[in-house]
């Protein structure tokens, strides 16, 4: 904090102010208690709004994600979901409120446990929200491999791993922990943040982080290998622009709270918080909310157009003798004509991207066979069929079987 003379400097031209000035005698007292006093963020009233104000919201995030879950058990909304399955569905879900209860960590003083306790919830909750997609990915690999059968039968085990990861990132942490960082704030509000002082334990914290934007940079890299695959060509398509949403939000508030100086306590709580929210409403609109819509207007559509059908062949029955003819839809996922994926395996799928190798090309090296495996991979529009498609069948089951759940 201050020294006494600096202390008395301002305790002094804070009473002239006041004696010889025209300052009131409120704002001149909460001047010179201002000097001393540490801001936080809390759910009164008294000093900001802002700490009800964030509660109340996370609240209603909470309350509508766990709503929404009903929709993955509904046997009519299956095809919407059948990414990947529901058990893992709930995985995501639950990373999502792990995520979002991390803004809770900020209400109150500012301690080292709760530093600590952030991290913790941050980290292994974006694990909980993005493995389960990662895993997907990686199963739905254009190419087969001892690797995928053998990740196909231990999908728990790979998730596992990754909060194992978490788990020994956060512990080395402790090591040396988080300090608490007093933020003095000349004819303003002081208030303290969270402060890593060794080396260990910024290293640690930097190597927690990479190892988010790494996973990131393998999800991107699947999700361009895969891009017009058939199967999960929609939901590639939702997955891809939550990605990128995701790294560009993260970046932004590892900037903010590394290497941008904010002096205003309310503010510097306000734009960690805004960020964290709006990753999380991102991947839940992307995740849940549109699947959710799509299948509530594709589903109206649907009853509407049984009844319309049925009508039309009442009104022929008695009008004519002739037999109506059935008109059969097939649908596919958001009950989409499968016209636009089939033009893109006409024109992609069925050309020969690699020239066929002669004697001479044989020199060519590794890096351009790399891109153009890469470049085959991408206009794939099939995985192959290969024994990982039977391990997979226990997660189609349990994507495009729900009644088992909701009996």
């Not at 000093?47 to 509660?55: A, C, F, I, P």
């Not at 254009?142 to 196909?152: D, G, H, Q, V």
């Not at 890593?196 to 890299?221: D, P, R, V, Y």
């Amino acid at each position: 904090m201050y020294d006494y003379d600096y202390y008395s400097e301002k305790f002094r031209l804070f009473a002239y102010e006041y004696i010889f000035g025209d300052k009131g005698v409120e704002e001149v007292l909460k001047n010179m208690n201002d000097i001393t006093k540490i801001y936080y963020i809390s759910i009164s009233t008294k000093d900001s709004y802002v700490g009800l104000t964030n509660l109340i919201i996370s609240i209603i995030l909470i309350i509508i994600i766990l709503v929404s879950t009903i929709f993955v058990f509904l046997e009519s909304f299956s095809k919407y979901f059948e990414f990947i399955s529901i058990d893992f569905w709930l995985v995501s879900i639950i990373g999502l409120i792990v995520l979002l209860s991390a803004n809770f960590s900020d209400i109150g003083k500012v301690t080292s446990m709760k530093c600590h306790i952030k991290i913790i919830l941050v980290s292994c909750g974006y694990t909980l929200n993005i493995i389960p997609f990662f895993h997907k990915l990686i199963l739905n690999f254009p190419e087969s491999n001892k690797f995928l059968y053998w990740l196909s039968k231990h999908r728990y085990n790979f998730l596992i791993f990754f909060l194992f990861m978490d788990c020994i990132f956060n512990s080395l942490l402790f090591i040396k922990p988080y300090g608490v960082k007093s933020i003095i704030v000349i004819n303003g509000q002081n208030f303290e943040s969270c402060e890593t002082e060794h080396f260990a334990t910024k290293f640690i914290l930097w190597l927690l982080i990479l190892s988010k934007f790494l996973i990131i940079i393998l999800i991107t890299g699947l999700l361009y290998l895969e891009w017009n695959i058939k199967e999960t060509y929609y939901h590639i398509r939702l997955l891809t622009p939550m990605i990128y949403i995701n790294f560009l939000l993260i970046l932004i508030y590892v900037i903010i709270s590394n290497y941008i100086k904010i002096n205003d306590y309310t503010m510097y709580f306000v734009i960690r918080s805004f960020i964290n929210e709006l990753l999380i409403f991102t991947n839940y609109i992307l995740m849940l909310g549109l699947r959710i819509i799509w299948g509530l207007v594709k589903n109206k559509n649907r009853k509407s157009r049984f009844i319309t059908d049925i009508n039309k062949k009442f009104i022929n029955d008695c009008s004519q003798d002739d037999i109506p003819t059935t008109t059969i839809i097939k649908t596919n996922f958001f009950n989409t004509n499968e016209t636009t994926i089939n033009s893109i395996s006409k024109e992609k799928g069925d050309v020969n991207i690699i020239p066929s190798i002669s004697t001479s090309s044989q020199s060519k090296s590794k890096k351009s066979n790399v891109i153009n495996k890469m470049i085959k991979y991408h206009n794939q529009t099939e995985v192959e069929t290969n024994s990982i498609k039977e391990e997979q069948t226990f997660s189609k089951h349990f994507s495009y079987n729900h009644k088992s759940y909701i009996k």
